[in-house]
């Protein structure tokens, strides 16, 4: 499978706890996004990386989010001491190059509910 | 800022009828793309087109097609004979090329289109 592969596909979990997601994206893209989305609502952007380089943050990644992507392959992002709010599907997507031409390729993303 | 609106939070139909799909746009760049994703229940966005600011043409891929207006920022889609295959939730999404938003796209809320047999 050359896709955007994202792990787990469902988290639940307690409040309070610490989750992290894994995405690998397609392998000779350099670009690398985050996204959440809640219910009833379009994918709303949470950061990108550059191959290593994490180039912007949202607003919407509190403290309490981090992202990584330590050698610019596989990407992991990580939600400390959830809250239900948190609750949503993160997407992951891949694409080459800042190219503005160049589509960007999603995984099916990775649900997850906060109790 | 970037904003995309599709006015038509759900739409129903019944199969072989043709569906429009509305999307609206604001954007301050003068070079920006926009595309059109299917999202269909197994949760993946699927890609079906992608038209930059400098090519109005209407484009027809097999029963879709896309109207392009820059004068009204609108770029709408249309099914042609619809069929239960095509029910999904289907976002319009707006990259630009001007500071923050270069790179990134900016989604509408997603329209809900159920086609019944």
């Known amino acids: 499978d050359t896709g955007v592969s994202q792990d787990p596909r469902h988290k639940i979990t307690k409040r309070g706890q610490n989750v992290t997601f894994r995405c690998d994206p397609i392998s000779e893209h350099n670009r690398l996004y985050w996204y959440r989305q809640t219910l009833g609502q379009g994918p709303e952007f949470l950061t990108y990386f550059q191959n290593e380089a994490q180039l912007e943050k949202s607003r919407l990644l509190s403290d309490r989010f981090s992202a990584e992507r330590p050698k610019g392959s596989f990407s992991t992002l990580e939600i400390q001491r959830t809250e239900q709010g948190d609750s949503a599907m993160y997407l992951c997507?891949?694409?080459?190059?800042?190219?503005?031409?160049?589509?960007?390729?999603f995984g099916q993303g990775t649900r997850l509910t906060v109790v | 800022a970037q904003k995309v609106t599709q006015a038509q939070t759900e739409i129903s139909v019944v199969e072989k009828e043709d569906v429009t799909l509305d999307c609206v746009y604001e954007t301050r760049d003068t070079t920006y793309y926009l595309f059109w994703y299917k999202q269909p229940p197994s949760g993946e966005l699927v890609f079906l087109i992608r038209r930059n600011s400098f090519d109005e043409q209407n484009e027809i891929s097999g029963r879709y097609s896309w109207n392009f207006q820059k004068s009204t920022s609108s770029f709408n889609f249309t099914i042609t004979a619809s069929q239960v295959v095509d029910s999904a939730v289907y976002f319009c999404?707006?990259?630009?090329?001007?500071?923050?938003?270069?790179?990134?796209?900016?989604f509408g809320q997603g329209t809900i289109l159920t086609v019944h047999p």
């Open positions: 999404a707006l990259r630009g090329a001007g500071g923050t938003s270069y790179g990134k796209l900016t």
């Open positions: 997507a891949s694409s080459l190059s800042p190219g503005l031409n160049a589509e960007a390729f």
